[in-house]
């Protein structure tokens, strides 16, 4: 892909955040992407695409990664689990499995009657 091909996608998967997804879930009490730029190159840093899912009732959680085809890649796996915020992080590995493409993908998590959806950049 070329660097300004590349520019225009993450600039218009940019322009989709909401503006809670640059602030802090505990700060905020709700659900949210903590990041969603990924480079899963092995520096520790970026590799994974992490939602931070307020679930104060332990619900179940559906959380899953399609293309933008809508065919689904993958599910997202349970992180971390909050002790006493009922916090839980639920993250995706593009290098799980079958490594995926760099690209735009798109990820939904349910919890209970809630639907959370948006988009996620994996940068190779």
Not at 10 to 30: E, Y
Not at 31 to 42: F, I, M, Y
Not at 99 to 114: D, F, H, L, N
Request: glycine share 8%.
């Amino acid at each position: 892909m070329k660097v300004r091909q590349r520019f225009a996608a993450i600039a218009a998967a940019l322009a989709l955040a909401p503006a809670a997804a640059f602030c802090s879930a505990s700060a905020l009490g709700q659900s949210l992407a903590l990041n969603r730029l990924v480079t899963p190159n092995g520096d520790g840093r970026n590799d994974t695409f992490i939602f931070r899912c307020h679930n104060p009732r332990d619900a179940g959680v559906d959380a899953k990664v399609f293309d933008l085809s809508g065919r689904e890649i993958d599910v997202m796996r349970i992180k971390r689990i909050g002790t006493t915020d009922f916090f839980y992080d639920y993250e995706w590995d593009p290098n799980f499995g079958s490594r995926k493409a760099g690209g735009i993908y798109v990820y939904q998590v349910r919890v209970e009657t809630k639907v959370y959806k948006g988009t996620v950049i994996v940068i190779r």
